[in-house]
């Protein structure tokens, strides 16, 4: 009798262990799902977000931009008006688009984009070339002139590092210079400011054009790298072993081969997606407030064409990555594409710099 009721007590506390088992089994299951669902939703929910705020902004028009910017502010639009008004709304643009701004972000998932922090940058480098041309010509009547104040702040926090998140972060700079930009607008349009001009010259309008062509062409080079090419240095003379300005040269090879390094093309693109995006708008600006000049030299149809030539180049991306294929290959090469319309305004910039050149 008693070897029964121990036989059954052992059962009982069998099932009871291999119950408690199943249990915990089955609660482990449920945990893992649970944290895997988490996770996979979490992704998900990042992976949207960073799609939307990988849209690159949509053209505005800069002219009903700045009449409404004139109402709203009750201010007269007088020569530069337009220009500086386009400048803070593309650098308002960089900051309040959705996502804001995202070079300097250490958080999912701005963390993990790339494209739209170089189309950033290329917007921004032609932010800066411009804050500097305002301060330096375009504000003053000659070199021994005294600078805009609010300009001179401008400039250098625009230039401030763009990748610093914190004390001070990089957007608390832009929009303190954003801020100088609008008090140097007030002044401008006030007409009892008389120390405040906008002085819409050719020569000034070249010095800036130059800094553009500089830019563009440098982004030509880097776009028709990206299949690799053979290139003849033209720094240095291979017969004397000297540098262009006649120093000694360090190399005095006849041949350098130059590739865009295979991770870098897609920032390259976009980055000159970004400039043409911003440089669009600036030339509509000058269009407008350089309207007599431009008219004098018979350019205001090489100003149109440069504009054009950039707009093509923000057409849609329909690929879902950059290819990279060879000039003449199976696979679109979509630097070589972009590398096209950049050389195209390009070589206009430097026509229309020749016709303000003339007398």
Known sequence: MLNWKKRTQDAHDQVSESVDDAKSYLGSIWFSRSVLTVVSVYLLGTLIIGWYWSQEPDFFSVQEHTQETAEQSQQAIVTGY???????????????????????????????LDNMPSWEYGALVQVRDLSRALRKDFARSQSQSTEDADLAKAEPRFNFDNKSWVLPATEDEYRLAIKSLDRYLKRLSDPEVTNTQFYARADNLNNWLGDVATRLGSLSQRLSASVGKIRLNMDNDPESGLSIDGTPATQSGEEEIVKTPWLQIDNVFYEARGQAWALSHFLRAIEIDFADVIAKKNA??????????????????????????????VLANHSLVMANYI????????????????G
């Open 343 to 358: 050389s195209r305004a390009n070589a206009a910039i430097i026509e229309l710099r020749q016709l303000l050149s003339q």
């Open 82 to 112: 337009t220009t500086v008004v386009t400048l803070k709304k593309v650098a308002s643009t960089l900051l309040d688009k959705p996502g804001g701004y995202l070079t300097n972000d250490v958080t999912p998932p701005g963390i993990w």
């Open 300 to 329: 205001t149809i090489s100003v149109r064409q440069i504009i054009r030539e950039l707009e093509s180049a923000q057409e849609p991306l329909w690929s879902p990555m950059v290819l990279n294929g060879d000039g003449f290959g």
